[in-house]
């Protein structure tokens, strides 16, 4: 029988919006309400609780962005490749993560100097093939692609960012529990969206209009055949029916002020490594 699923969040403690590294955050400094944002991160980590196992890391003073957990790093089976954040104002997290992980038996690894690297954040495994999908162009950068299949011998498709909105991978970009996609065309430039096209059948696509993304909602946690997040039209919720999909919405708007939500504040840490057979 499968263990169950295991994520790692983060209390928003020192959560806010204090300085600007993407558009969601311009003119928003100081707007966060503390309060706000904890019942919020407490009901996201109550809904998660019924579907998966949480442990949580202790947040950083001064690191005010520390509760988007997906940027911690990326995990595969035993191994945890902390990030190299693009922003100095985040770089403070990588050594308190790493250390979170080396203490509990991780084999902590890095990519190769010079090379910007948003864990999670840009880097996610198909749920379905052995394969890793790495976001580009705003964080991360393309180099991210081949060192992490290196250095985890695992098939890399590094995807271009092109809005600026939509800067992490994760944040127009949702591999679903067996095999379909959840995403934002519009994000990408051609020849990922070729990429993508090349890999998931149409069927197993479900493209978000421009209002459901601009909700975050393809900041989505998929764990089963449950779909978290925080907002979903009528039409994509139907969508996801369809696919098989129930869906819990959180409202997390005090994250959305820092340009993150449900996806972006949990890192799931059981990665096992697909076999090309297994489609689930
Ligand atoms: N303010 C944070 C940043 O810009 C938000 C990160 C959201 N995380 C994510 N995985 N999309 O870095």
Not at 4 to 16: A, D, E, N, T
Not at 213 to 219: E, G, K, T
Not at 220 to 236: C, E, F, K, M, Y
Not at 252 to 266: M, N, P, Q, R, Y
Request: aromatic letters at 8%; glycine letters at 8%.
């Amino acid at each position: 029988m499968p263990s169950s699923p295991r994520l790692l969040m983060c209390p928003p403690l020192h959560f806010g919006v204090d300085y600007v590294i993407n558009p969601w955050m311009q003119g928003r400094i100081g707007s966060a309400v503390p309060l706000r944002a904890q019942a919020q991160w407490d009901a996201l980590h109550a809904a998660l609780s019924a579907l998966a196992d949480i442990q949580t890391a202790r947040p950083g003073p001064g690191l005010p962005d520390m509760p988007f957990a997906a940027n911690a790093g990326l995990v595969l089976e035993d191994t945890f490749v902390v990030s190299r954040f693009l922003h100095p104002q985040r770089q403070g997290e990588a050594p308190l993560f790493a250390d979170w992980f080396r203490e509990r038996g991780w084999n902590v690894r890095e990519l190769p100097a010079g090379i910007a690297f948003e864990g999670a954040g840009d880097a996610l495994l198909d749920r379905a093939a052995p394969r890793l999908w790495l976001g580009h162009g705003h964080r991360s950068d393309a180099a991210a692609a081949p060192a992490l299949a290196d250095l985890l011998d695992i098939e890399t498709i590094p995807l271009r960012l092109t809005d600026p909105r939509f800067y992490h991978l994760d944040t127009c970009f949702c591999p679903l529990q067996g095999g379909g996609l959840l995403y934002y065309p519009p994000a990408f430039d051609e020849p990922a969206q070729a990429a993508i096209a090349a890999r998931v059948p149409a069927g197993q696509r479900i493209a978000v209009g421009e209002a459901d993304a601009l909700d975050f909602a393809c900041n989505a946690i998929s764990i089963g055949d449950t779909v978290v997040l925080n907002r979903a039209s009528p039409g994509l919720r139907d969508a996801l029916a369809r696919a098989g999909f129930s869906v819990v919405e959180i409202a997390l708007d005090e994250f959305l002020k820092a340009g993150g939500s449900a996806k972006c504040l949990t890192l799931r840490l059981d990665e096992p490594r697909l076999s090309e057979t297994v489609a689930g």
